[in-house]
């Protein structure tokens, strides 16, 4: 899954500096669902980090 991830984003971050380079070409839908899609990378990253870091301190012995 990792491998397939980080395919994704350089595919989509390669078309966002594209959009960067010439502004006039694309849509605002373009524009808008390529912002969605980083969010919701953002959010998913921001899960499992959450989820590791909470896991790992559950796993501390406090005795």
């Known amino acids: 899954m ?3 991830l980080i395919a994704m984003w350089a595919y989509l ?3 966002f500096i594209n959009q960067l380079a010439d502004p006039d ?9 390529l912002t ?3 969010a919701a990378l953002a959010i998913a990253v921001g899960a499992i980090i959450v ?5 790992k301190a559950n ?3 406090l005795n």
Do not use: L, P, Q
């Open 36 to 38: 969605a899609i980083f």
């Open 2 to 4: 990792g491998t397939e």
């Open 25 to 33: 070409e694309g849509s605002v839908v373009e524009k808008v669902i």
């Open 51 to 55: 989820a590791k870091v909470t896991n």
């Open 13 to 15: 971050r390669t078309r």
């Open 59 to 61: 796993s501390i012995n």
